[in-house]
Nanobody
Framework: QVQLVESGGGLVQPGGSLRLSCAAP????????VGWYRQAPGKQREPVAT???????NYADSVKGRFTISRDNAKNTVYLQMNSLKPEDTAVYYC??????WGPGGRWGQGTQVTVSS
């Protein structure tokens, strides 16, 4: 079973930047519709940003103007560029993909921790 692999998380100071990646190594299926989600301790998982197969993007109000979702089709990878990070952005970030070959419920990655703290 092909896995989704997230990377790029880490510890950053408030106001800093990180770029998360979501890739499917070895997969023959495209990352069609991809969403980034996050889950902070004690909170429910929430959507952050999505990108469709035609590159239509949507963002949660809390990240608009600071985060950018994009894709590199040649690398079959989706990115989440996060700028002007705030402590409240601290969470485990997950990517989720749906589309041809990914099954009825799509596929979740294992998550990557983002911590924003001074």
């Amino acid at each position: 079973q092909v896995q989704l692999v997230e990377s790029g998380g880490g510890l950053v100071q408030p106001g800093g930047s990180l770029r998360l990646s979501c890739a499917a190594p070895g997969s023959i299926f495209r990352l069609d519709f991809v969403g980034w989600y996050r889950q902070a301790p004690g909170k429910q998982r929430e959507p952050v940003a999505t990108i469709s197969s035609s590159d239509v993007t949507n963002y949660a109000d809390s990240v608009k103007g600071r985060f950018t979702i994009s894709r590199d089709n040649a690398k079959n990878t989706v990115y989440l560029q996060m700028n002007s990070l705030k402590p409240e952005d601290t969470a485990v970030y997950y990517c989720h993909v749906t589309g041809t070959g990914w099954g009825p419920g799509g596929r979740w990655g294992q998550g990557t921790q983002v911590t924003v703290s001074s």
